[in-house]
């Protein structure tokens, strides 16, 4: 696939401008669950780009058709949003044959088993959710196993107050522990996963104060 220089110039444009390190976010290497596809299409800012990941703005469907990814990671009202496209007949990506990776926050809604069945009748592709906590960074990730979030820090402890779940982990710079509110409750997995991993999962992740949820229109 051959592209345009002016195409490059306007991909590193959107990457200085959507920067989430202007808005004092975390910048991390994007984790993909699967063995790594050959270009992944990353309708995200937060994450830091490599080989084979580019960067697209949610607007951009026909230089996102032109990139042909085989896997993209998006937030999940970005997703909801793709999917209805597709069953409306308006986006064909018939390059996408890998995975959709969602990303959530506990902000937003959660990932809910009828978004995963609109991406699923949508795309027939695995769909894998990533957590992100409020500065930005990946609280915890899905396995392929789909059986919860698998707490991306070993020194991340997860515990209930009240229903809501609360994070403590060790904050290494500043010697204390951090202690996170999510304003979820979820059910707080310790036994072994399929997967091999042991770490502490979280699953059935409900809003204790919803808000406006995530919808197929919503961008």
Known sequence: MIFSISWWKRRRRLSAESSPAREGKVVEPLRFPLR???????????????????????????????????????????ALWLADQKMRGLLELPSLNTAIIVITSFEDSPLEDHHRDLL??????????????????????????????????????????????????????????????????????????ECGSETPRLRKLISLHPKAAATAGGR
């Open 36 to 78: 790594s596809p050959g270009r992944i299409a990353l309708l995200d800012s937060a994450f830091q780009t490599k080989d084979g990941v580019q960067k697209f703005a949610s607007s951009d469907i026909v230089w996102l058709r032109q990139y042909a990814p085989e896997a993209i990671v998006c937030p999940l009202a970005v």
């Open 120 to 193: 699923w009748r949508a795309f027939r592709l695995p769909v894998f959710e990533q957590l992100r906590g409020p500065d930005g960074k990946v609280l915890a990730r899905e396995c392929e196993v789909h059986d919860g979030l698998h707490l991306a820090e070993p020194v991340i402890t997860p515990r209930l107050e009240d229903r809501e779940l609360v994070l403590l982990h060790l904050d290494s710079a500043a010697d204390h522990l951090v202690r996170t509110q999510t304003g979820v409750s979820a059910e707080i997995v310790n036994d072994h996963c």
